[in-house]
């Protein structure tokens, strides 16, 4: 323990020299959480989604539909409690195109039997299904927008054309909040019997892709073998998964992004920690005389090393508390809120994971230390001889 | 003026010190060219795709070919416009059906989104690059595809000789591999318009309709003529400006990720050039001062530690950009988010990302020796015989 306090009182021989290092050490801390809460929140809808929903699409491409009748026969399938259906149509709004949101056509009678953490008032939910152009919409996205219900918004579709004199027109009948954290708070859903009756005959009748709850979470593997072999025979064949895979086979698509932000967060922790390195480096340096006194005095060399280790560890801990205790409110109150904000599509969930704290946290002690092993290595290196003769 | 020398040879007394603060700058430049290179590869690959005097007609509305459709009388309409060329008295214009399909990435779990293009014979007419490195042409009217050269060896079936499904039995097979002089069409699977068509089930629809003009100054004629009919419900844009608006997006998306993680990592390798800058100067108060007593004035003396500090990050700007220059050959497969589908690009190192992050290193040794530098300038003559 006195070895400890010992080492650490080094630390204040340059109190503006160690300033510095400690708050690089804060940067890079704050800097790695930022970037590790982005691979967290990229796959977060992917790791916490339900166990007991699974996803049923085209097997062949995910941008052509199944037909709608496929629907009753997934229903049917021993285990399966409640399905609906949605079509992605693609939506923006034609006075604000950069704002960035999903929208769905959706089943109205059975989308919440199976989205059971999107919380829709009873009396608007009513409202929502006896008005075929009404719309649900996520309070994030209605705050956002000014949205409000009764309010009248005309959506354009990249996908489904409406020519300008009947353009698509929604009443906004509800808002649902979220009551899981996968959730994007930022969806428009609307009816997929007021899509269907306006798209050209050929499109008509066709479900984007099918989401179905099973009774027993256990089974949903062999659920969705059961529903994909059901259809195996037809022209169309299915792909079924669970959420969660779903989910994650999309980031397939980002694993490039995904394994670059995992190395320059590493990156950002060798800067630190030659940073580190560097001022315990000087520190020991400037005071080779002290340790060829120590020396002298029947030190041992261990015990020199274990100073300059003690003396940077210090350092790495009490920059890396500090930079952990930062992060929290920068991040969640700060970026976090805005990337839910704007790009909950993406971020549903901006927040640091406990585990991310604690693996920063532990980086900082453990690079803090590698930080000090040649310095240290160094001080047991030398000559007492040597080092009382030399003066800086 | 004191000797450049002087600061050079102070270098090398302190060479470990000096030499972390340089892998510092290093690392920070390293990720900022990478980042600016990989945004500027995808900007080449797409800009490289699109040529002024070609148009594109899209479903108004739809920003990409893969979500746009437009019926197949309506190709004949759009091609016949003025301002479209004539070769051997046909209208050089063709109607194309673009879509995706879900391949395994090789080396990744999960799935990802393959273009395939619908390429009829009359395509020909647009004169596009491309030329058959592997196998052979794909016999028209028949499944075969041939596949972007990019794409061979990544994703599950696209490979010679090996076949993916359009749909149940009905398998296509990979028999050539072309390359179309570093365009996005390298990263996309070309099958026989009809096939694909009757296969997916979208008979009578295009996603497209591509035409090639007189020539580029043809094109406001073009647009005006096709987007007249307000219900038809179409745009027509160049393709470059196409191509610019598909690689806009991402490319954005990466230079914005990559600056703000360059700020970041910038201000930790900033601390580290102060932290040795300092270290300097605290070392060489009996230097400073006999400089001082020589009669160099405080200017020079602040004007020689900043200087100092910037041969300290331009040599790790210098090491930087050779290392981003190094792996500037690595190829990267990731999705387009604005055409949904996955574009293979190779680093581009330009002049101007290097250019910036070199500058970017000179701010780093300005910013950070800057403050050291003028406490250097304060020491006095006095401070050389006290020490």
């Known amino acids: 323990m006195n070895t400890l306090v010992l080492s650490a009182r080094n630390l204040s021989r340059n109190r503006f020299r160690t300033g510095l290092t400690v708050l690089g050490v804060v940067v890079a801390m704050l800097a790695f959480l930022a970037l590790r809460t982005v691979i967290y929140s990229w796959t977060v809808a992917a790791e916490v989604a339900p166990k007991d929903r699974l996803v049923t699409r085209n097997k062949v491409t995910f941008i052509m539909p199944l037909p709608k009748h496929y629907v009753e026969r997934v229903k049917q399938t021993p285990g399966v409690k409640a399905t609906t259906f949605a079509n992605w149509f693609g939506g923006r709004d034609p006075n604000n195109e950069r704002e960035m949101f999903s929208t769905l056509a959706v089943d109205t009678n059975t989308i919440f039997e199976v989205y059971t953490e999107m919380k829709v008032p009873e009396e608007q939910l009513a409202t929502w299904k006896q008005d075929r152009t009404g719309a649900i919409v996520g309070d994030v996205i209605a705050k956002k927008m000014g949205w409000k219900l009764g309010d009248k918004v005309t959506l354009i579709s990249g996908i489904y054309f409406a020519p300008p004199d009947s353009p698509w027109t929604f009443t906004i009948r509800g808002i649902y909040a979220a009551t899981a954290r996968s959730v994007d708070r930022s969806t428009f859903m609307f009816h997929w019997n007021y899509l269907n009756d306006r798209v050209p005959e050929i499109a008509r009748d066709q479900a984007g892709w099918l989401i179905s709850r099973v009774t027993d979470p256990s089974q949903t593997a062999n659920i969705s073998q059961a529903i994909d072999r059901m259809f195996d025979d037809r022209d169309i064949q299915t792909a079924s998964q669970d959420e969660r895979s779903f989910n994650a086979s999309f980031l397939a698509s980002f694993s490039a992004v995904l394994k670059a932000i995992d190395i320059v967060s590493i990156v950002i922790l060798c800067i630190m920690m030659l940073v580190l390195g560097n001022t315990i480096a000087m520190g020991v340096r400037e005071r080779t005389n002290e340790y060829g006194v120590l020396r002298a005095l029947g030190f041992s060399r261990n015990y020199l090393a274990t100073l300059v280790v003690g003396e940077s560890v210090s350092a790495g801990i009490v920059g890396g508390v500090a930079g952990v205790a930062l992060a929290y409110p920068l991040i969640e109150n700060g970026i976090g809120r805005w990337l839910e904000e704007n790009m909950g599509m993406y971020f549903p969930f901006f927040r640091i994971a406990p585990g991310t704290a604690l693996l920063a946290l532990a980086f900082a002690v453990t690079l803090s230390a590698v930080a000090a092993l040649i310095p240290a290595w160094r001080v047991t290196q030398l000559d007492v001889i040597d080092a009382l003769r030399r003066v800086e | ?387």
């Not at chain 2, 800009?47 to 920003?63: L, N, Q």
């Not at chain 2, 746009?68 to 109607?95: H, K, M, W, Y």
């Not at chain 2, 694909?196 to 073009?222: C, K, T, Y």
């Open chain 2, 1 to 387: 003026m004191i000797p450049l020398k002087y600061n050079i040879r102070s270098l090398w007394v302190r060479k470990t010190s000096n030499l972390l603060a340089v892998f510092g700058v290093a690392l920070v430049v390293f990720v900022l060219a990478t980042a600016l290179m990989l945004s500027a590869g995808i900007k080449k690959t797409l800009g490289a795709t699109g040529h002024d005097d070609v148009a594109i007609v899209i479903r108004k509305g739809s920003e990409a070919e893969l979500a746009s459709s437009i019926e197949d009388p309506t190709v004949g309409l759009v091609t016949s416009q003025p301002g479209v060329a004539q070769v051997n008295g046909r209208a050089a214009g063709v109607g194309e059906t673009v879509l995706v399909v879900a391949l395994e990435k090789n080396g990744a779990a999960g799935f990802t989104n393959i273009q395939v293009r619908g390429v009829a014979p009359e395509a020909t007419l647009l004169s596009r690059p491309f030329t058959i490195i592997k196998g052979r042409s794909a016999k028209p009217g028949s499944d075969e595809v041939v596949i972007g050269k990019r794409l061979e060896g990544r994703f599950r079936g696209l490979e010679l000789g090996k076949s993916f499904d359009m749909r149940r039995n009905r398998p296509a097979t990979v028999v050539g591999v072309f390359s179309a002089q570093g365009t996005s069409y390298e990263s996309e699977v070309w099958a026989d318009a009809e096939t694909l068509r009757s296969a997916f089930g979208r008979p009578g629809l295009v996603s497209s309709i591509r035409v090639r003009l007189n020539s580029a100054s043809a094109f406001e004629g073009f647009r005006a003529a096709v987007e007249q009919d307000k219900r038809m419900g179409l745009e027509a844009i160049t393709e470059r400006k196409y191509y610019d608006r598909l690689s806009e997006g991402t490319s954005l998306f990466i230079t914005v990720l990559g600056s703000v993680i360059a700020v970041f990592c910038s201000l930790g390798a900033m601390i580290g050039a102060m932290i040795t800058m300092y270290g300097a100067v605290s070392n060489r108060v009996r230097e400073i001062g006999t400089l001082r007593a020589l009669g160099f004035p405080r200017v020079q003396v602040l004007a020689s530690f900043v200087i100092e500090s910037l041969i300290l990050s331009a040599a790790g700007g210098v090491l930087g950009c050779l290392g981003a220059v190094a792996i500037g050959s690595v190829e990267i497969s990731m999705m387009n988010f604005a055409s949904w589908s996955e574009v293979v690009f190779r680093l581009d190192p330009t002049p101007q990302a290097l250019g910036i992050a070199l500058v970017s290193a000179g701010f780093m040794g300005l910013l950070g020796g800057l403050l050291p530098a003028l406490r250097a300038a304060r020491v006095t003559a006095l401070a050389a015989m006290r020490g």
